[in-house]
Antibody, heavy 125, light 108 residues
Framework: QVQLQQSGPGLVKPSQTLSLTCAIS??????????WYWIRQSPSRGLEWLGR?????????DYAVSVKSRITINPDTSKNQLSLQLNSMTPEDTAVYYC???????????????WGQGTMVTVSS | DIQMTQSPSSLSASVGDRVTITCRAS??????LNWYQQKPGKAPKLLIY???SLQNGVPSRFTASGSGTDFTLTIISLQPEDFATYYC??????????FGQGTRLEIK
């Protein structure tokens, strides 16, 4: 059974950097079939994908246009985890942040089949 | 980006009722459509993938259908634990992954 365990602060000051980690058990961050995402959820934006990392003989990253200039997602193969860094935080970044696995299921369709528990991040001084 | 629109945004129903939620894509997504259930304070849970395939462990009272741009999720005989928010999500054209805005199912 795959489990994703998130850790990181719940309160970040404006202009500072958010750093979250997602520890993976039951799978490998270097899996050749999975992709690892960060998603956030807020009342104003709903469920919003932020970015992903995945390994297919080499590492790939994709980021949402809305955060592309200030986001970094890194895999850590030694600890089997992934991290999220989001710079220049503003109150509009207040949200619940999730890591999640995408895997290809039946009929060739991919879906988010495992999620972290979520981290409520508040941006406030 | 493909936009996903759900209707209704909320609905009230009683235990034992049959309810249907609709999801429409701004362009064809084939069968690359998934449904999730989210309860307060919890992460979304995958119910249906590939438009109509039931995820392991999900009760058979959840059924779904559709292809192209129009999809439905039906819950046959609502149970107390089914009151939650439901989201559709397309994986036809990614990135970006896009979700519907959600349908909140409340107890009448």
């Amino acid at each position: 059974q795959v489990q994703l365990q998130q850790s990181g602060p719940g309160l970040v000051k404006p202009s500072q950097t958010l750093s979250l980690t997602c520890a993976i058990s039951g799978d490998s961050v270097s899996s050749n079939s999975a992709a690892w995402y960060w998603i956030r959820q807020s009342p104003s934006r709903g469920l919003e994908w932020l970015g992903r990392t995945y390994y297919r003989s080499k590492w790939y990253n994709d980021y949402a246009v809305s955060v592309k200039s200030r986001i970094t997602i890194n895999p850590d193969t030694s600890k089997n985890q992934l991290s999220l860094q989001l710079n220049s935080m503003t109150p509009e970044d207040t949200a619940v942040y999730y890591c999640a696995r995408v895997e290809t299921l039946g009929r060739g369709v991919a879906a988010f089949d495992f999620w972290g528990q979520g981290t409520m991040v508040t941006v406030s001084s | 980006d493909i936009q996903m629109t759900q209707s209704p945004s909320s609905l009230s129903a009683s235990v034992g009722d049959r309810v249907t939620i609709t999801c429409r894509a701004s362009q064809s997504v084939g069968i690359f459509l998934n449904w999730y259930q989210q309860k307060p304070g919890k992460a979304p849970k995958l119910l249906i993938y590939a438009a109509s395939s039931l995820q392991n462990g999900v009760p058979s009272r959840f059924t779904a259908s559709g292809s192209g741009t129009d999809f439905t999720l039906t819950i046959i005989s609502l149970q107390p634990e089914d009151f939650a928010t439901y989201y559709c999500q397309q994986t036809y054209s990614t990135p970006p992954v896009t979700f519907g805005q959600g349908t909140r199912l409340e107890i009448k």
